[in-house]
């Protein structure tokens, strides 16, 4: 809801519209559809990505804090906090 210029509240639909077909010729409507299907790729790509840092994998943080690749300390501004870096070689 929001509030409209004449001060009364005013409803905003979530859905999405129904009528969204690409307009144009058939070259327009066939990039839109590779574009999309390059974004879910693209999507794919980062999911698949994130998955491989969440959840951390313990035996890798173990095995990174004993090769000293990793330090890990307090924050001085919030000392409910931890801080950990983490080095690549």
Known sequence: MRVGPDGKQQKTSL???????PEGGRLKKRIVEK???????YA???KTLAQQ???PDKDK?????QQAN???GSVPENPKAVSSTLRTT
Request: aromatic fraction near 10%; proline fraction near 11%; glycine fraction near 0%.
């Open 61 to 65: 943080l173990q095995q990174a804090y």
């Open 70 to 72: 990793i330090t890990m």
């Open 35 to 41: 574009k999309k299907e390059e974004y879910k790729d």
């Open 44 to 46: 794919d790509q980062m």
């Open 53 to 55: 840092y969440v959840p």
């Open 15 to 21: 859905d999405p519209p129904t009528n969204a077909q």
